[in-house]
């Protein structure tokens, strides 16, 4: 089994603010790896596919980088609309995909 | 417009059966593989399975084989997720997504019903 962790658990950052989340993996996952944001009460949204590519639709602030055993989520330029809990995906060992714990970002 | 569409939330008691459904709209429903994801309350998500719906093969996540029945029906554009006796600990909400976006041979899920609240309590 492939086990992601993510960090940090929990940020507080402030509008404007760069704010980056990583994603480890126990071996490594290459760049089989989506991010999601999810938002109380609803459906998790698909921001990242393949460590970088952003979705479409999804604003540019967000972007995606690393392979192997770590990989990152950046939000260049924080809005309120952020606010959110955020997941890294591993697709390495598909269709076995797990996530990781997640990531709460208030602001 | 892609659309996967759940059915209501439910309350159950222990023991019982459920069958839930998840139906596609906008798209090409066989063609593409549908996932389901549990997210118990407060806690994270969890791959449960895939299914896809042109010839129903079928694809657990270990954690959930024998657990839960995952089928489809193309005729009617709906994939279900069922229980045959719940337990307290099925108590979570249940997502379907859509696989639709391929890099690298591996599928994304790009879009993704809107839930459904399975209560088990006796």
């Known amino acids: 089994d492939i086990q992601l962790t993510q960090s940090p658990s929990f940020l507080s950052a402030s509008v404007g603010d760069r704010v980056t989340i990583t994603c480890r993996a126990s071996q490594g996952i290459s760049t089989f790896l989506a991010w999601f944001q999810q938002k109380p009460g609803k459906a998790p949204k698909l921001l990242i596919y393949?460590?970088?590519n952003l979705q479409s639709g999804v604003p540019s602030r967000f972007s995606g980088s690393g392979s192997g055993t770590e990989v990152t989520l950046t939000i260049s330029s924080l809005q309120p609309d952020d606010s959110a809990t955020y997941y890294c995906q591993q697709l390495k060992t598909y269709p076995d995909i797990t996530f990781g714990p997640g990531t709460k970002v208030d602001i | 417009e892609v659309q996967l569409v759940q059915s209501g939330a439910e309350v159950k008691k222990p023991g019982e059966s459920l069958k839930i459904s998840c139906k596609g709209s906008?798209?090409?429903?066989?063609?593409?593989?549908i996932a389901w994801v549990r997210q118990m309350p407060g806690r994270g998500l969890e791959w449960m399975g895939i299914?896809?719906?042109?010839?129903?093969?079928?694809k657990y996540s270990p954690s959930f084989q024998g657990q839960v029945t995952i089928s489809a029906d193309k005729s009617i554009t709906t994939a279900s997720l069922q229980w045959s006796s719940l337990k307290a600990s099925d108590t979570a909400m249940y997502y379907c997504a859509r696989l639709g976006l391929s890099l690298n041979g591996v599928w994304y899920a790009d879009n993704w019903g809107q839930g459904t609240l399975v209560t088990v309590s006796s």
């Open positions: 299914i896809y719906p042109s010839d129903s093969d079928t």
């Open positions: 906008g798209y090409s429903f066989s063609d593409y593989w």
């Open positions: 393949g460590a970088s």
